[in-house]
């Protein structure tokens, strides 16, 4: 088995420790990172993520701990993240319905995704979707991203998602049969006690959404559907769940448990924990 993960990262920032933490357990377990954006530009961390003043609207207390800071600052200066791939132009971009000669397009697009899929997951053992605010932007509703989640999934490899990196599962169908591919499964995300009621920003925009602009956990119960389940485990300070080949997790405090329950997927055979 590839001993190397595809991490996909928003260039709109991203939440630090939901990186470090998962990369940490991950290059412990001997395994090699590497990383993709939705159009080649570099990620960054967004500021909160490193600022130990940081208050937390709705829980109401810094949840940026110096150590958290401190490895989030480290990964930051190491400028791994100049090292990364292009995401337009790993996974083919479907074409519009109008696009003249359509259905040849459409075929050719099927081709190139087919090849596409099959190399991505020939290079990769797992796919790991990194949250933050910035997914909601140009990570949840990316149809290449959608595309790149497919190619594990459709051949059952790890597929690990956390906070808002959670969401794009919801929307990552075949475009034919446009089920969920979470429908019936157990899966944790941003739960609404989490969300905030202003605030919601961005790198790169002066653009302050005020709440996200949707509910993730309504979304993500909607999709696993009453066969499945949704976790939110408000309370605890942790919410880690798996059921395979899913691993997600609800937000920044599971990160480290994230990244130990993601390796215990890939060596151990996991496929069943926090439910």
Known sequence: ??????????????????????????????????????????????????????????????????????????????????????????????????????????????????????????????LLLVGGSGPIIDMVNNQRVHDLILAFYNKQMPVAGICYGVAPLVFARDFNERNSIIKGKHVTGHCIEYDYQDGTGFLHTDLNMGPPPYVLEYLLADAVGPEGQYHGNFGKETSVIVDYPFITARSLQCSFEFGEQFVNVLDKGLTRYGW
């Open 1 to 126: 088995m590839s001993k190397k993960i595809l991490a996909v990262l928003s260039e709109y920032g991203y939440w630090g420790i939901e990186l470090v933490g998962p990369l940490e357990k991950l290059e412990e377990a001997g395994y090699t990172v590497e990383f993709i954006t939705p159009n080649g530009k570099k990620a960054e961390a967004l500021p909160p993520s490193y600022d130990t003043t940081y208050v937390d609207p709705p829980l109401g207390v810094c949840v940026t701990t110096p150590l958290a800071a401190e490895k989030v600052k480290a990964f930051e200066v190491s400028n791994r993240l100049e090292t990364r791939r292009n995401l337009s132009e790993v996974i083919p971009q479907r074409p519009y319905f109008s696009t003249p000669d359509f259905l040849r397009a459409f075929e050719k697009y099927y081709s190139d995704l087919k090849i596409a899929q099959e190399s991505v997951t020939e290079e990769y053992a797992a």
